[in-house]
């Protein structure tokens, strides 16, 4: 059973799977395919070559597949790259996400995300509200992007990583040019809101950056940095929690939530892990 | 006498007031009050359980009423909650008001504003373009909060605050935690462009926090705080005008428009409410 | 040959060039002029007395000629400035360009900008996803904004400016007050990533201002300023490329994409121009 609005435009070469909510005023472009169970709101977009996994709702006004700028130059010619989003996704109202992003299984976004071509998102990803991902970039599993998050082209961060509200990592050290060096977020890293990174940056394991820095050097694992420029501060062990006095840091032993480690802790499923690993 | 656009999808349970006016492609959702002289602009969804105030404007392009995240989950048992917007409001295109929203009468907001469930906002408050309210929260009268402001959820704004561009008020001290410590901002006080406040501060009553500042201390009566991270600076009756080299705070006695007291002056005015407390 | 979908809405009273297209559900209202080959995307909404350019693409979901704040107090009596858009113009979806604006030729933008009323912007102009043009201001030929940029009203943005994502000109020396201080940039300028410029300074000609500053004192020629608040720390041409240590500023003189003396060299370009005067 569909229901397929009949203000909805769907190309007769899209494949729509059972169970596929459509609703008014959508455009499904060629060679889609919409899985099973998948909903894509009034007034959506979704360009021609878009694949979306089972079970993804798409929210109003959002628009898949994005042209890139050679679509503009020679649009009768423009072929559609292949746009990946996997089961499970929710893509809030008014989001947008160009052609050629791969975004893996369980991935939630707020509203107004824009997300440009050759991002590659992992599984289980949060990206919040009105932030730009520049494309040309990689994010890994687990990660949450809070609000209004710049990531510049070359960007590569890593699974497990938290970046707070206004951050923007940046990639051309001498700007205008044409040479980019990407920041470098290594899993299990914190930075806070209105910190701006470097071009070329590395944050190490574990590292933390506090609110509204400017990150001129490489972060070292396991340390704070804060500060215009930031500097070295401490260790994450001597961040306490402010009610009860205890280190809370690195956060991957104190907090679990939406974490794959919830209710196990961080130490059984690191060592689950790694005997899986083993196993194979 | 009414206009409502053939091409609009209005539920038979909502209720629609004489001289409301219906764009095209609007959808208004069941249990719906749309009060009488409303404008509802082309291509806005209104998710049950909306009530709009007389008067209103909701630009194009807009959502009233989003649903939370229970409905992704169950989307066949979700019951929206209530979503109340006062009288006379302008809520202008691209904006997003989630539903367990009250706003008071003659609210105004720019494009692009997003507002999530259980924000509690008074009346005649302003709110610029992309900014995003994150809901549990409150707002107080006459307060007005610029262009790409971010308020977090557990803060506090009282009635007359300035917000500028590009303010963020935070909540959580070790990010990521389940512990959230909203900002306080107390009456009269001015949070200048690009200031960062950190979990839990409060500015009190006539405080000026300047442009591109870290606040980390509560923020004393009538206190000038600056810098990264922010020290104090100065009484605010110290800040001059640039032309006349007058004191010009706490602003409250030096500037009125769109304020009650506008015409009156502040004193004058908070007498005659004085007064009419005491009557009462 | 015109591609006019039969869901959209124009007036008779607009003209509409050869080969224009029009998408599903687009408004385009009284004494618009639609040059030839102009495409409008689904769900545009072209208000009254807009004037776009031959060849111009704009984007889905896209706003041009947004009425300004005395349209809501009568709607009736309100008669829409012309608002105009030049030649080839890409103008990305979501973006709302308000009355009253005048945009030359070659204009690109990215998604959800807002440009409000009395902007003035040259021709071959950028301005990138989230950027918040405050009207009331000027922006010169060539100019570069990238993403999530904030120009307060009276701005004076001069022509081959750089502006990166994050940056705010603020205009309020007190606020809040009816005294505003526009930010003058000058040519050949760099404002880099999240900079604060407050309200009256000048930024002259090929000078820097580094990541995160805020700048209270006008920035000189050929200068690099940086920190909170923002010192001078060198000439210009001290900032080395961080790969080959050669001098890389002014850029004019190093880096040529997209800017008329491409492939010439600025030297070269800049005589031929100073003949092409002399010869008028």
Chains 1, 2, 3 share one sequence.
Not at 7 to 26: D, F
Not at 46 to 53: D, K, L, R, T
Not at 98 to 113: E, K, L
Not at 248 to 256: A, G, L, M, N, S
């Amino acid at each position: 059973m569909k229901k397929i609005s009949d203000t909805a435009r769907i190309s007769r070469s899209a494949k729509i799977g059972e169970n596929v909510v459509v609703g008014h005023n959508v455009t499904i472009g060629d060679g889609c395919v919409i899985e099973e169970g998948v909903t894509i709101s009034d007034n959506c977009i979704v360009y021609p070559n878009c694949e979306i996994g089972s079970n993804s709702f798409i929210g109003p006004f959002a628009t898949i597949g994005e042209p890139t700028f050679p679509y503009y130059e020679k649009r009768d010619e423009f072929v559609f790259p292949t746009t990946r989003i996997g089961k499970k996704a929710l893509v809030r109202s008014y989001s947008l996400i160009y052609s050629d992003v791969i975004i893996g299984d369980d991935f939630q976004c707020g509203h107004r995300v824009s997300i440009r071509e050759r991002a590659q998102i992992g599984n289980n990803v949060r990206i919040g509200t009105v932030s730009d991902i520049q494309g040309y970039c990689s994010i890994g599993d687990y990660t949450r992007i809070h609000s209004n998050v710049h990531i510049g082209q070359k960007s590569s961060v890593a699974a497990f990583v938290w970046i707070f509200p206004y951050v923007v990592l940046t990639n051309d050290p001498t700007p205008p040019s044409d040479e980019l060096y990407g920041v470098t977020v290594k899993s299990f890293s914190v930075i806070a809101t209105g910190s701006i990174l470097l071009p070329g940056i590395t944050v190490n394991l574990d590292g933390f950056v506090g609110a509204h820095s400017l990150v001129k050097k490489d972060v070292p694992a396991e340390t704070v940095v804060s500060g215009v420029p930031a500097s070295e501060i401490c260790n994450v062990r001597k961040l306490k929690n402010r009610k009860t006095g205890e280190t809370c840091y690195p956060w991957r032993f104190y907090f679990d939530r939406g974490m794959p480690w919830e209710g196990l802790g961080y130490e059984v499923w690191e060592k689950a892990q790694a005997s899986d690993k083993q196993g194979l």
